[in-house]
Antibody, heavy 121, light 110 residues
Framework: QVQLQQSGPGLVKPSQSFSLTCAIS??????????WNWIRQSPSRGLEWLGR?????????EYAVSVKSRITISPDTSKNQFSLQVNSVTPEDTAMYYC???????????WGQGILVTVSS | QSVLTQPPSASGTPGQRVTVSCSGS????????VQWYQQLPGTAPKLLIY???QRPSGVPDRFSGSKSGTSASLAISGLQSEDEAEYHC???????????FGGGTKLTVL
């Protein structure tokens, strides 16, 4: 059973950047049948998929159009984890951020505990 | 505004059957399977239904899913107080090349 443990800051100032990390147990970030996603949730926007990374003989990274210019998702094979970096944040980036694993059936079936990131001066 | 459309709220009394709808388009629900997630207050979403109508191990058979064309439904029979939660539908969107979600339906057990 896959377990995901998130870490990162809770408060960020406008125009700055933040990074979140998701440590994986029970699977490998380099698995040929898994994909690793970042999703955020806010009252105004609901659940919003941000992007994912996965390995199929080489690394792939896919991003939502709405945030593509400001985010980077990166795998870390040495620590079996993946990360999300968001740049040039505004108050609209205030949300609960979740990492989520996509398994053999291609379905998101595991979630991290979530981290509330607040953008405020 | 979410890509998939769900009613914001639903309610029922214990023992009743309730349904939650999810409407999409030809590029998401019309082409790919639908998943349903249950989110209890203060927790992360949990997979409830996958591939339109399949239940993961441990999910009671009171929960069922269906899909027709570009719409899907979640049904909960024998409603219990512990079913009070928010329910989200999700599907892969071939045009957006990403996961899309409904806005969530908050279920109240009266």
């Amino acid at each position: 059973q896959v377990q995901l443990q998130q870490s990162g800051p809770g408060l960020v100032k406008p125009s700055q950047s933040f990074s979140l990390t998701c440590a994986i147990s029970g699977d490998s970030v380099s698995s040929n049948s898994a994909a690793w996603n970042w999703i955020r949730q806010s009252p105004s926007r609901g659940l919003e998929w941000l992007g994912r990374t996965y390995y199929r003989s080489k690394w792939y990274k896919e991003y939502a159009v709405s945030v593509k210019s400001r985010i980077t998702i990166s795998p870390d094979t040495s620590k079996n984890q993946f990360s999300l970096q968001v740049n040039s944040v505004t108050p609209e980036d205030t949300a609960m951020y979740y990492c989520a694993g996509q398994g053999v059936r291609g379905i998101i079936n595991s979630w991290g505990q979530g981290i509330l990131v607040t953008v405020s001066s | 505004q979410s890509v998939l459309t769900q009613p914001p709220s639903a309610s029922g009394t214990p023992g009743q059957r309730v349904t939650v709808s999810c409407s999409g388009s030809s590029s998401d629900i019309g082409k790919n399977t639908v998943q349903w997630y249950q989110q209890l207050p203060g927790t992360a979403p949990k997979l409830l239904i996958y591939s339109n109508n399949q239940r993961p191990s441990g999910v009671p058979d009171r929960f069922s899913g269906s899909k027709s064309g570009t719409s899907a439904s979640l049904a909960i029979s024998g409603l219990q107080s512990e079913d009070e939660a928010e329910y989200h539908c999700a599907a892969w969107d071939d045009s957006l090349n990403g996961w899309v979600f409904g806005g969530g339906t908050k279920l109240t057990v009266l």
